[in-house]
């Protein structure tokens, strides 16, 4: 069965920290996307990949970058984390636009 | 965002009455699309409810239905007798169809009650 993971599930960061947030797919799934949620909004595209080394921008990419080594991992790293990126963060993989599969999300809490 | 609309907040229905949960895209903004509604139930993850690829189709899924009409650029939900278990978070979210980036609407609360 298709599997995302995520870690960590819930992070309390400093303002002005680094802060890393990790996914890993088991689906062989080419195309990657890290979403944030926050309340009363729907998932909103921070930085997708198409494979191995690849990142791209999404809709909402300022403040972020993403990293992906290979085609199982995909992270999100904010350098210098803000209170406004205060969210919980989900990752999903899929292939072209076909169904994506998401992982149980992050809560990310920047004091 | 703007580019995907579809009925706020929280609806509640009795148990065996029927449902419609509205969403409508800008054509615009996402040519072509995908679309998927999406579910979250209470206590697990994000997950597939149905999709349709192409336009006038109509997929479906325990028990909902929804027909991509390309005339009105609309998805809307539906399901004729609805249930306890189907009270849950509902996404709209059309995507393109190379990349699959997907746009999500606000989502849409179903509570059901007996």
């Known amino acids: 069965e298709a599997a995302v993971t995520q870690s960590p599930r819930n992070k309390v960061a400093v303002t002005g920290g680094k802060v890393t947030l990790s996914c890993n797919q088991t689906n062989n799934h080419n195309n990657m996307y890290w979403y ?17 080394g690849s990142t791209e921008k999404g809709d909402i990419p300022d403040g972020y970058k993403a990293s992906r080594p290979s085609q199982e991992n995909f992270s999100l790293i904010l350098e210098l984390a803000t209170p406004s990126q205060t969210s919980v963060y989900f990752c999903a993989s899929g292939d072209g636009g076909r ?4 992982g149980p999300g992050t809560r990310l809490t920047v004091l | 965002g703007d580019s995907v609309t579809q009925t706020e907040g929280q609806v509640t229905v009795s148990e065996s009455k029927s449902l419609i949960i509205n969403c409508t895209y800008s054509a615009t903004s996402i040519a072509y699309p995908n679309l998927f509604w999406y579910v979250r139930y209470p206590g697990e993850g994000l997950q597939l409810l149905l ?22 650029t609309s998805f809307h939900l539906q399901k004729a007798s609805v249930q306890e278990s189907d009270s849950a978070v509902y996404y709209c979210a059309p995507g393109t169809q190379v990349v699959g980036q997907l746009t999500f609407g606000s989502g849409t609360r179903l509570q059901v009650y007996a």
């Open chain 1, 99 to 102: 169904e994506q599969y998401f």
């Open chain 2, 51 to 72: 999709k349709v690829i192409t336009a006038g189709q109509k997929g479906s899924s325990r028990g909902f239905e929804a027909t991509y009409n390309k005339e009105t």
């Open chain 1, 36 to 52: 944030r949620q926050d309340t009363g909004h729907g998932l909103r595209l921070i930085h997708y990949s198409y494979g191995a």
